[in-house]
Each structure stands twice: as C-alpha cells, then as structure tokens.
C-alpha cells in the first residue's frame, strides 16, 4: 500500500513562495496498491493527480471524509470524471436529512460549477457509508463517524498487517471528558488505534485552540497527545493552517514538540511525500 500526498492544506488553497515546502493545495491523498486506486477527499490537490494518472486506469474510488469546500473544490476539475473508459465511485457519509447524491448534486451546478453531475459522460457510482467496514481490493476499510461540525468520518485502511489512519479534520478534545488520558468516548479512536501511519489534523497552537473550540479543528499539541494515546507509530501532522507559511509552521511545530515531547514519531505533512508500508 503506498500513500502519496498531493494536498494537505487546510480551509483554503494557499499557493505562493512562502509555501514551497509544505504546499498550499487542499485535502488530498492517493493510495494505491497492484490495480486498486484509493483517493482520499477532492480538494484542490486532485487536479494534479488526475493528470498524473495512467491511461490504463480503468476504474477508481474517491473517499470523501466530509463535503466542506476544502475537500471538494477539485472534483469538478478531475480528468477521470470526463473520460467515458473509467468508472469512478464516490463514497461519503449519510446523514438523515438527505442522500449524498443530492449533496454532491449541490457542487456540480451553477452558480458554483457549469457542468451538472448528470451531464459527465459517464455518471459516478455513489456509495452511502456511516461506521462501516467494506474492502476496496485487496484493502479493507473501516470509516466511522468523528467530531467535526456535519457529518465526518475518519477513516482506516488495512493491507496485510499495514494500517493507514486518515482524519484530515477532527476535533478530538471535543466530547471526550478525561481527554488524552482515556480512550473512552474519544473521537476518532477506533479508526486511529495502533495505526502504522496516521494523517492527523493539527491546524492551531494550543493558544489558538482556546478561541476556536468546536470549530471542529484541532492543535498540534492536541494532535500529538491523540497520536500517543492511540499508540501509532507515526503521525503526519495534516490540515495546515493557509494563514500559516513554512517558517512560521516549523517554529509552531519546534514549540509544539519541545512540550509535549513526543516518545514516537511526528512530522509535518507536506505535499508530494510518498509513503510505502507495504
């Protein structure tokens, strides 16, 4: 399983200078194994990927943990849904109140995108999932509902004894009374537990957190507590913050590291790193 990042911005796409190291496209993330072909969220990041592809692609599958803009501002803009010899599957959280066609119906028409989801050449196959368990391939994967506002899920893919964790937006002090020092109503901790890698979000300071609490973000030191308590092996710090630069994201994370002290490993997320856990 090999996991390619090709946007892990928060919010907002922040292209420029100041972002060269960690990049400035939104949520997006590739994974892929033999044949099989996972994309986690359609921000901005999956313009990119789409050009990438092969022309031998026949079939894939798009992830969506949530349908804020971020996450899917480049489906309209991905090559694949206007080639007629590939079927792409879309798969995202059910609520209650209205199907996921509906909603996705809502960005593929004017005034936010020309093209109607009924007017690609050949229309996405559209999966509901809440707390499931379903395989793609030969990877399974297990998707469960995490704190962010509407609708989110987090999400966990398996291949062999490799575990990939994924929660790009999450709020896991939110709800959780002795949070981090009880797994016990944490958000997010089955789909994170003992996880070879883990995409966490980490958009604030801890300073920031204390005026943003609910907005369904979390800080980096949150983040790391959350990756300790989980006991993974390595956590990717995701979701930077657009008003944030390079140099001012390594002297965040410098300071978030030097508290917290972390016994495992912690880095920042940038775009265009590959990991390979198979």
Known sequence: MKIKVWGCRGSLPSPGPENIIYGGNTSCVEVSKDDTLIILDGGSGIQRLGKSLSPKIKELHVLLTHLHIDHTMGLGFFQPLYNPNIQVHFWGPSTALEPLLHRLRRYFSPPLFPVRLNEL???????EINNSEFEIGDIKIKSAYICHPGPTLGFRLTDGDSVFAYMPDHEPALGSANFPHDA??????????NADLLFHDGEYTAAEYQTKIGWGHSSLQDAVAFGAL???????????????SDERLSEIFEECITVRKPDYEVFLCKEGEVFDLS
């Open 121 to 127: 050449p050949k229309h996405p196959i559209v999966h």
């Open 184 to 193: 016990d109503w944490t958000s997010g901790f089955e789909i994170a537990e």
């Open 230 to 244: 989980t006991k993974v092996k390595k956590l990717a710090i995701f979701h930077h913050d657009p008003l944030n």
